[in-house]
């Protein structure tokens, strides 16, 4: 049975950082794109970041470039994501999601993912 178990959210103060993790069991993550989405209240979910095994490569939200960034442990098959200099904005249910390959177009389009974690809710206060 997949699953995507997130954690490390929680409430800060603007200019702050989080950790947030993500747990995979019951896949080898190596073979998966694995991602971060976020969905604020009445918004639509918006890709966060996103992580590739072969390539090593990561992608990023506009929003979040040089901000956030993506890492994996194909050995832990975790995956995580550092925030930095967080804002109001960036408020929201942080998901964690896997992709098998092959990979189902754009990183940061929701319809290509196949297992998603509950989210971890991130408060950013000003």
């Known amino acids: 049975q997949v699953q995507l178990v997130e954690s490390g959210g929680g409430s800060v103060q603007a200019g702050g950082s989080l950790r947030l993790s993500c747990a995979a069991s019951?896949?080898?993550?190596?073979?998966?794109?694995l991602a971060w989405f976020r969905q604020a209240p009445e918004k639509a979910r918006e890709g966060v970041a996103a992580?590739?095994?072969?390539?090593?490569?990561?992608f990023y939200g506009d929003s979040v470039k040089g901000r956030f960034t993506i890492s994996r442990d194909n050995a832990k098959n975790t995956v995580y994501l550092d925030m930095t200099r967080l804002s109001p904005e960036d408020t929201a249910v942080y998901y964690c999601a896997a992709a098998p390959y092959p990979y189902a177009g754009s990183w940061s389009n929701p319809g290509g993912y196949a297992y998603w974690g509950k989210g971890t809710q991130v408060t950013i206060s000003s």
């Open positions: 992580a590739y095994t072969a390539a090593n490569s990561a």
């Open positions: 019951g896949f080898t993550s190596t073979s998966y794109r």
